[in-house]
């Protein structure tokens, strides 16, 4: 197996993929709230739509963004910023230029929230450059497959479950691992065990 992984249900939310109840970008000093494991808590970087997933072009415009890394300058380093491709940071060359110098691995990097639907009917080189530019800066990695809701949304779902394949995700992961992962870097999977995803991934036979 290409690293150890951990099962979703296994760890407290914020982790499971989806609609989750993270704290939003606007709320980033109220972190009671803010579900937490090893000391760390994710949080979504928020969309200035009407719903939180929704997306709208005031959440790229340099307003939003200049507002997030103000927000940034007092938050805890334990922090975490997820990001998801309808929210302020939504793609790899934004959240490297934001969190670029925000410490050591600044990131909750949830590969199905970076794919919009275009993107996730054609994942393999969408993949390879989520993981390429987002992993070295990830202290934790979520896996899962994905697929489209009636509303045209992508949702993370179980893996083998939905539309990514499997062994293309597994590749794009094993280019990234380092030599010597660090310990407290989280690789999470949505799945019914630890062995079928790496069977999805392609890492068992």
């Known amino acids: 197996m290409a690293c150890e992984l951990t099962l979703l249900e296994a760890v407290e939310a914020p982790w499971p993929c989806g609609r989750t109840a993270d704290v939003s970008w ?8 803010a579900p937490a494991h090893a000391g760390r808590c994710a949080v979504f970087t928020g969309s200035l739509g009407e719903h939180r997933f929704e997306a709208h072009v005031q959440s790229w415009l340099p307003g ?6 103000m927000q940034l300058e007092t ?3 334990n922090v975490l910023l997820r990001p998801h491709h309808a929210h302020i940071l939504s793609d790899v060359p934004g959240t490297r230029s934001l969190l670029g110098h925000r410490g050591p691995r600044p990131v909750a990097l949830d590969v199905a929230a970076l794919l919009t639907p275009s993107m996730a009917s054609d994942a393999a080189p969408h993949l390879d450059r989520i993981m390429h530019g987002l992993g070295p800066m990830a202290g934790v990695v979520l896996l899962s497959d994905v697929c489209i809701g009636e509303d045209g949304s992508v949702h993370a779902c179980a893996m083998g479950e939905g539309m990514l394949p499997g062994r293309v995700l597994g590749e794009a992961v094993t280019r990234w691992l380092e030599p010597d992962l660090p310990a407290e870097v989280i690789v999470g999977v949505m799945a019914s065990d630890v ?8 890492w068992l036979s």
Do not use: F, Q, S, Y
């Not at 939003?64 to 890394?69: C, D, G, M, P, S």
């Open 26 to 33: 606007l709320d980033l000093d109220l972190l009671d709230g």
């Open 64 to 69: 939003a963004r200049e507002l997030l890394a």
């Open 75 to 77: 938050c805890p380093m």
């Open 195 to 202: 062995d079928a995803a790496a069977r999805w991934l392609g």
